[in-house]
């Protein structure tokens, strides 16, 4: 369990500059089946030119509560998996809901986990914000603070808000409004830009 790739083609990448995107993984930080989060990464995932490869992380509900006594080697098996996915990209991606004005609480815990470890540090990084217009701010300030206290190098130009509602995901948790699904392809282009 924990994560599945969908793979393709793939090139070096140069981290500065322009990012021949090799390897993006997306992180949602929804536990919910047919989240609408899950459902936007999926989207980017889908739309990957033939030289990315994509890796969808699903391990988040599997992850131990975070002890800082625990963190250290040999790590939990989940959290291993973790930091290696992270340690492996080329980039992350976020798309989290927004819980009582925050981030929910399994994913600050999986947050919490990459505190610890370096692999976070300069790893390019952008988030999209699927909540209603006006919303999910609150989460996305917190991600914003706690990627900065792990140093990563956040991509403002691919940070976008591309709302997406529970009538646009279908019961197999795919986005079929082309609309929505163009406006989250174009993170593409961000993200090779930068
Ligand atoms: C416990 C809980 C708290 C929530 N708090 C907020 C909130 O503070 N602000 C907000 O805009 N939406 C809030 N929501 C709504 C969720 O963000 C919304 O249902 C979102 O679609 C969930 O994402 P998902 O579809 O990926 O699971 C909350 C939902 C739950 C279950």
């Not at 140093?151 to 691919?158: D, H, K, N, S």
């Not at 591309?162 to 609309?179: M, Q, S």
């Amino acid at each position: 369990m924990g994560t599945v790739g969908a793979t393709t083609k793939s090139e070096r990448c140069s981290v500065r500059g322009s990012i021949d995107l090799v390897n993006l993984l997306l992180l949602s930080g929804s536990t919910r089946a047919k989240s609408t989060n899950a459902a936007a990464l999926a989207s980017v995932a889908a739309s990957a030119p033939p030289t990315a490869t994509t890796t969808i992380y699903r391990g988040l509900s599997a992850l131990p509560a975070f002890n800082p006594d625990d963190d250290h080697d040999p790590l939990p098996d989940e959290v291993s998996t973790l930091r290696q996915l992270i340690r492996a990209a080329d980039a992350v991606l976020f798309c989290t809901p927004e819980y009582a004005g925050t981030l929910p609480g399994s994913f600050k815990n999986l947050l919490d986990w990459t505190v610890g470890g370096t692999e976070m540090a300069d790893k390019p990084v952008a988030w999209i914000n699927v909540a209603a217009p006006g919303r999910g701010h609150g989460a996305g300030s917190t991600l914003e603070t706690v990627l900065g206290y792990v140093g990563a190098q956040l991509i403002p130009t691919a940070c976008i808000s591309a709302p997406v509602g529970r009538d646009d995901v279908d019961d197999d948790g795919v986005i079929r409004n082309v609309e929505i699904s163009r406006t989250l392809a174009q993170i593409w282009v961000e993200l090779r830009r930068q």
